[in-house]
T-cell receptor
Framework: TQLLEQSPQFLSIQEGENLTVYCNSS?????LQWYRQEPGEGPVLLVT?????EVKKLKRLTFQFGDARKDSSLHITAAQPGDTGLYLC??????????FGKGTKLTVNP | GAVVSQHPSWVICKSGTSVKIECRSL??????MFWYRQFPKQSLMLMAT?????????EQGVEKDKFLINHASLTLSTLTVTSAHPEDSSFYIC???????????FGQGTRLTVV
């Protein structure tokens, strides 16, 4: 069974601070995705990383895929209250199934 | 990105009744669809894989007779929670896989409350 360990589970920071969320597994994934979910809504895809060692940037968000394609990280620079939400990593396993991490509940205080 | 419409967005029902949730893709077709359940402050748990024209595949521990899935067409899948109980109260979300399995498109979710 493929599992994704996501950490930290909860994170509360002040506006302007930087943060990193980690997603680790003992399994290799063909690709890994990061989602952001608002309360009462479905997850919205932020990015997909496919190549080992790949780095993608989305404004203040930087996503990295490990060389062995077993882990990934999300770094947010100068966090803003609008970044508040549940961040989920997900790996594509067999039969196109997504394996989700447990999520990181981020709160950015003004 | 693709648009997935899930309906209803919330529903309250009495114990013992059945509730149907619809998931429709508005601009693409898919032979496979996934249904997830999410409890408060937790991540998404895959319940079943819906296959167009054939039986759904359920994850371990999910009762197939309680959670009926019908993938009637390439753009529509339904989940029916039969004989609902308060412990079935949860947030149910559908998703369609994107091309090449590099992304998934999620519905808006359905908040089910069984009283």
């Amino acid at each position: 069974t493929q599992l994704l360990e996501q950490s930290p589970q909860f994170l509360s920071i002040q506006e302007g601070e930087n943060l990193t969320v980690y997603c680790n597994s003992s399994s290799v994934f063909s690709s890994l995705q990061w989602y952001r979910q608002e309360p009462g809504e479905g997850p919205v895809l932020l990015v997909t990383v496919v190549t080992g060692g790949e780095v993608k940037k989305l404004k203040r968000l930087t996503f990295q895929f490990g060389d062995a394609r077993k882990d990934s990280s999300l770094h947010i620079t100068a966090a803003q209250p609008g970044d508040t939400g549940l961040y989920l990593c997900a790996g594509v396993g067999g039969s196109e199934k997504l394996v989700f991490g447990k999520g990181t509940k981020l709160t950015v205080n003004p | 990105g693709a648009v997935v419409s899930q309906h209803p967005s919330w529903v309250i029902c009495k114990s013992g009744t059945s509730v149907k949730i619809e998931c429709r893709s508005l601009d693409f077709q898919a032979t496979t669809m996934f249904w997830y359940r999410q409890f408060p402050k937790q991540s998404l748990m895959l319940m079943a894989t819906s296959n167009e024209g054939s039986k759904a595949t359920y994850e371990q521990g999910v009762e197939k007779d309680k959670f009926l899935i019908n993938h009637a067409s390439l753009t529509l899948s339904t989940l029916t929670v039969t004989s609902a109980h308060p412990e079935d109260s949860s947030f149910y979300i559908c998703s369609f896989p994107g091309t090449g399995a590099t992304e998934a498109f999620f519905g808006q979710g359905t908040r089910l409350t069984v009283v």
